[in-house]
C-alpha cells in the first residue's frame, strides 16, 4: 500500500521531469537551428496571435535553457521598443516563474532532505534574504539566468514574492535588450532613430553593469 502511495505521489513529478529534460536535450542538440530571421518571418505571419505565441515560445525557451537575450532582442525588432518591452518582460517573468515552480514541484522536498555543509546554508541565507536576494539576481548580470530560476525554486521563498520582485527587478534589462533589438532593426532600414535606441540602451546597460559596486558598498 505506501509503495502504491510512493508511486502516485511520484509518476507525476517523474512525467513532469522526462518533459523537461526532454526539451533541454532538445534545445541543446537544436541550438544551432534557432533561426532569429526565421522566426521574425513566422511571427510576423501569425498576425495578431505573434505576441501569444511569442510569449509561448519565450517561456519554453526559459525552461529548456535557451539564451533569452536572443529572444529579448527578438521581441524588440518584432513590436517595437513599447510593446516589445512589456511582452520581453511578461515572457521572461512567466517562464522564470515556470521554471521555479518546476524545481519546487520535482525536487524541493529531496532537497530539503539531502541538503547539508554549504547546500543548507546556501538555501537558508537566500530565505532569510527573501525578496532582496532575488532583486540582486535580478538586477545583477553576473548570475545565469536560466540556473537561477530553477535554484530559487529550492528555497521556501513564497511565488508571489518571487513573481513581482523577479518582474520590477528585470524590467531595466528587459527594455535595455528591447530597445537594442528594435535599434537593430531600424539600423537594417536605414532609419536615423537607430542611434538614438541604441544609445539609450547602451546606457541603461552600462547603468545596470554598475550596480554591481553598489551593493559592495
Known amino acids: ?34 533561426d532569429p530571421a526565421a522566426l521574425d518571418t513566422w511571427i510576423r505571419d501569425l498576425g495578431i496571435l505573434g505576441p501569444i505565441v511569442f510569449i509561448l515560445l519565450y517561456i519554453a525557451a526559459t525552461v529548456a535553457f535557451l539564451p533569452g537575450l536572443i ?5 524588440g525588432a518584432l513590436f517595437g521598443p513599447v510593446w516589445g518591452s512589456l511582452i520581453n518582460l511578461v515572457a521572461a517573468t512567466l517562464g522564470a516563474s515556470l521554471a521555479f515552480v518546476v524545481a519546487r514541484y520535482l525536487v524541493q522536498d529531496w532537497a530539503a532532505e539531502k541538503a547539508g555543509g554549504r547546500l543548507k546554508r546556501m538555501i537558508t541565507g537566500v530565505e532569510s534574504e527573501g525578496w532582496r536576494f532575488i532583486a540582486l539576481v535580478r538586477l ?7 540556473l537561477t530560476n530553477y535554484a530559487l525554486g529550492l528555497t521556501r521563498i513564497p511565488l508571489g514574492t518571487y513573481m513581482l520582485t523577479s518582474f520590477i527587478c ?8 528591447t530597445w537594442l533589438g528594435h535599434a537593430g532593426k531600424e539600423a537594417l532600414e536605414g532609419n ?3 542611434i538614438k535606441y541604441g544609445l539609450l540602451a547602451l546606457g541603461l546597460l ?7 559596486r553598489l551593493f559592495k558598498q
Open 1 to 34: 500500500f505506501a509503495w502504491r502511495l510512493g508511486m502516485r505521489r511520484w509518476l507525476p513529478r517523474l512525467a513532469v521531469l522526462a518533459v523537461v529534460v526532454l526539451a533541454i536535450i532538445w534545445a541543446t542538440t537544436n541550438r544551432g537551428q534557432l
Open 71 to 75: 529572444f529579448s532582442l527578438l521581441g
Open 140 to 146: 545583477v548580470p553576473l548570475f545565469p539566468f536560466n
Open 170 to 177: 528585470m524590467a531595466p534589462g528587459a527594455v535595455a535588450f
Open 192 to 194: 536615423a532613430a537607430s
Open 206 to 212: 552600462a547603468v545596470i553593469a554598475f550596480v554591481p
